[in-house]
């Protein structure tokens, strides 16, 4: 089994930079290094959709196109914890931003832009971005 906390959310303006951080407690059996990550993000109303995912040691990274170039997922192994860096923020980017991981340790795309994809999911942290 494999928790994850989310923390980091927020309010912003516009323009601000917000860093999410997801910390993972993992039972024995498993290491950090054997399960991949990514983040999701729903608002109101919408469907939960994909945002950013990392394999195992950070190394290979896949990010939806809403936020390339603004957002980056990176990963510290020693700390059982994935950050998304997000900059220039914008209002659209308002959500509940999630952390999710699966046993396994590479991205396989597309799969790991799909929610169906992973096992374990964290409760979510609020962002919330004015104009």
């Known amino acids: 089994q494999v928790q994850l906390v989310e923390s980091g959310g927020g309010l912003a303006q516009a323009g601000d930079s917000l860093r999410l951080s997801c910390i993972a407690s993992?039972?024995?059996?498993?290491?950090?290094?054997?399960?991949?990550v990514a983040w999701f993000r729903q608002a109101p109303g919408k469907e939960r959709e994909f945002v950013a995912a990392?394999?195992?040691?950070?190394?290979?990274?896949y990010y939806a196109n809403s936020v390339k170039g603004r957002f980056t997922v990176a990963r510290d192994n020693a700390r059982n914890t994935v950050y998304l860096a997000m900059k220039t923020l914008k209002p659209e980017d308002t959500a509940v931003y999630y952390c999710a991981a699966r046993i396994g340790p590479e991205l396989l795309l597309p799969d790991s832009t799909k929610p169906p994809t992973y096992d374990y999911w964290g409760q979510g942290t609020q962002v919330t971005v004015s104009s």
């Open positions: 993992i039972d024995p059996g498993y290491t950090f290094t054997t399960i991949a």
């Open positions: 990392l394999n195992w040691n950070g190394a290979g990274t």
